[in-house]
């Protein structure tokens, strides 16, 4: 595991815990525009959020707190996310979405 | 200052850090209306989360200046982030992170332009009518927003105005 999926990790189970109602957590995979090279970037589908489409929100890296990369979080309702999902809702500037970061307590993280 | 994403953050951070602490400065004073008070809080927090939006390469500051409902969405992800990076988080996180998704949707509501569908017209600059009756926001306390004394209100105070100067840095 590199030093930037280490952080995501981080970053996502400090999310689950302090947010019980996010479900969900993906990685977002960039295209060929405005990519996500050296940034995380997690789709964060939240029971508790409002359905207000696609709105990334860009965090500076704060390597004192173990995040050594700017990050991008796109909060989504499980709604939003089903669209996301079935292309009816798309990602921009070419994102698509990665793998799945499970909670800590599900099993196998790897 | 040159306008790229970073410095168009670093822009909106800076007003919003002039707005929270106007807001601040008029708390000891009895003379100042709520609304008024409260209208400071409304806009540091919009543009916070502003300030964010902007900074993501590809963005357009131009389309974000002129709508202002982003509190609700975005407050509560910026407090998440800002409680993810503390390095000594208080233990009553979840507690904080859900009172400040309730509060966020009442900072926003603050605005005139956001009524929830006519349902919420109290806001902090223009009277209004509800049930036939008239209101002032001059003369209105917003109940939902005594935030210095609530429970957890001056943690998320706290956390809000440390994720503005976080933006600055």
């Known amino acids: 595991m590199d030093e930037r999926e280490a952080a995501t990790r981080r970053l996502a189970q400090r999310h689950y815990l302090i947010e019980p109602a996010i479900s969900e957590i993906r990685t977002i995979g960039s295209g060929t525009a405005f990519g996500l090279n050296d940034t995380i970037a997690l789709l964060e589908v939240n029971q508790n959020t409002i359905a207000s489409g696609i709105m990334p929100l860009r965090f500076d890296a704060v390597p004192a707190s173990g995040i050594p990369f700017p990050s991008v979080i796109v909060e989504v309702t499980p709604d939003e996310y089903e669209q996301i999902k079935r292309n009816e809702l798309k990602l921009p500037y070419d994102w698509s979405l990665g793998p799945l970061v499970p909670r800590a307590n599900e099993g196998n993280h790897d | ?169």
């Open chain 2, 1 to 169: 200052m040159n306008a790229n994403p970073g410095n168009w953050g670093r822009a909106f951070a800076k007003q919003a850090q002039a707005d929270f602490e106007a807001w601040s400065t008029l708390q000891g004073n009895k003379a100042i209306p709520v609304c008024h008070k409260l209208h400071f809080l409304q806009m540091a927090c919009e543009k916070l989360c502003k300030a964010h939006l902007c900074k993501q390469p590809g963005a357009d500051p131009k389309v974000h200046q002129s709508c202002h409902a982003y509190t609700a969405k975005n407050l509560g992800i910026i407090i998440r982030q800002q409680l993810s990076l503390t390095p000594r988080p208080p233990k009553n996180h979840e507690y904080l992170q859900d009172r400040c998704n309730l509060i966020a949707r009442e900072i926003e509501l603050l605005h005139p332009s956001v009524d929830n569908g006519g349902k919420r017209p109290d806001n902090c600059e223009y009277p209004w009518e509800q049930g036939g009756n008239l209101y002032v926001p001059a003369t209105w306390t917003f109940p939902a927003l005594n935030l210095l004394e609530a429970q957890g209100g001056r943690a998320l105070l706290k956390l809000i105005y440390n994720a503005i100067l976080r933006l600055e840095a």
